[in-house]
């Protein structure tokens, strides 16, 4: 049974989440400052003492920067050089004559989990679409059944798969294993993927009538010579080339003795942060240099990438959990607290880059 203060913490968590959404979507406020504002006001109604909760709520962000900060780097220039160098039009074209005109629902599926491994949701969509648009003109079939299931696999990795903020931040919290929780997200999120995208997709669109002519698709109509796109299995590879790493730093201690030279060699390179650098360090060469860009050329994509980042490292650093987390008479409190506090923040999250995709689309 729980316990009033329990339920009163739970209370409080949700009523934090409903006005960081009604702050951001209705009264149009920073996300960064909201987050800042309901996280300290939630700690003084939880009854933290007031002359900790900023330096909590500070200790907190730069906590969780300090790993966070790093890989959201690093993946996004990962997504970027996969973007520029035609990387993702080559997984998609390449998958899509794979499955078959009848399959593309599949198809666009298993676009949306790849390309979603590497780029944020919004990044992975904004590059899907016009592939999307180009799909379903060219199968005439209907934009649900090639949307769809692109969407849920993007939905699927951004929420669930190490590197993406919400899932890693879940991994720094409770200390878990990165190569595990990417496997068993995998386990849990492809069959997700596959309800809520080609079958789902397969149910309703015969009942959704979409109008003949559409003014976005007339945008992603092909002009010219398509340009020259990289290989395959090259930039498979190259994209599951930091996984593969990850995977192998998780199970280092099943095929090497713990301690021993090869074993903290392959905890090395298994970590997320040094993992995901050596996938863009590849990608400089594999989608950078073999396809003809220049260092200044390479050098500007990773610059402006960056940018963009910076809010959303903002927000994901700025974090309910260590409030939660922070000193209290009762060790159960702390425990109930975070855990719970966690829990609504990863609603939160998912809230706030639906508000940020329905933004970008008005």
């Not at 969407?151 to 890693?168: D, M, W």
Request: proline share 6%.
């Amino acid at each position: 049974m729980i316990d009033p203060h329990s339920l009163f913490l739970i209370s409080a968590a949700v009523t934090a989440v409903i006005a960081l959404i009604l702050l951001i979507a209705v009264y149009k406020l920073n996300p960064f400052i909201t987050l800042l504002l309901v996280s300290l006001a939630l700690a003084v109604v939880a009854g933290m003492p007031l002359s900790t909760v900023v330096h909590s709520f500070e200790a907190g962000v730069g906590g969780t920067l300090g790993h966070i900060a790093i890989v959201v780097a690093l993946g996004t220039m990962l997504g970027k050089m996969m973007a520029e160098s035609g990387g993702a039009d080559r997984i998609a074209h390449t998958l899509i004559a794979f499955f078959g005109e009848k399959r593309v629902h599949w198809a666009m599926m298993v676009i949306g989990l790849v390309i979603g491994l590497p780029a944020f949701f919004e990044v992975g969509f904004v590059l899907l679409i016009p592939i999307a648009f180009t799909v379903a003109r060219r199968t005439r079939t209907s934009l649900i059944l090639v949307g769809l299931p692109m969407v849920a696999g993007l939905s699927v990795v951004h929420g669930l798969v190490p590197p993406h903020p919400a899932a890693l931040l879940a991994v720094t919290i409770y200390k878990a294993d990165v190569g595990r929780t990417i496997l068993y997200a995998l386990i849990v999120g492809i069959p997700t993927a596959v309800i809520a995208g080609p079958l789902y997709a397969k149910l309703i669109a015969p009942h959704i009538h979409l109008p003949a002519e559409n003014p976005m698709a007339a945008e992603f109509v092909d002009h010219g010579k398509e340009r020259s796109l990289p290989g395959f299995w090259l930039t498979l590879f190259t994209i599951l080339f930091p996984v593969l790493l990850m995977l192998v730093g998780s199970f280092a201690d099943g095929v090497s003795a713990p301690k021993s030279a090869l074993n903290e060699a392959l905890h090395l390179v298994g970590n997320d942060d040094m993992a995901l650098l050596i996938g863009v360090l590849l990608s400089f060469y594999t989608l950078g240099r073999m396809r003809g860009f220049t260092r200044a050329t390479i050098l500007r994509f990773s610059n402006e990438c960056l940018a963009p980042t910076a809010t959303i490292t903002l927000l994901v650093g700025a974090a309910f959990c260590r409030i939660a987390a922070s000193p209290r008479p009762s060790s159960a409190w702390r425990s109930r607290a975070m855990c719970r506090c966690c829990c609504w923040r990863g609603c939160w999250l998912r809230s706030c880059g639906w508000l940020r995709v329905r933004r970008q689309w008005r």
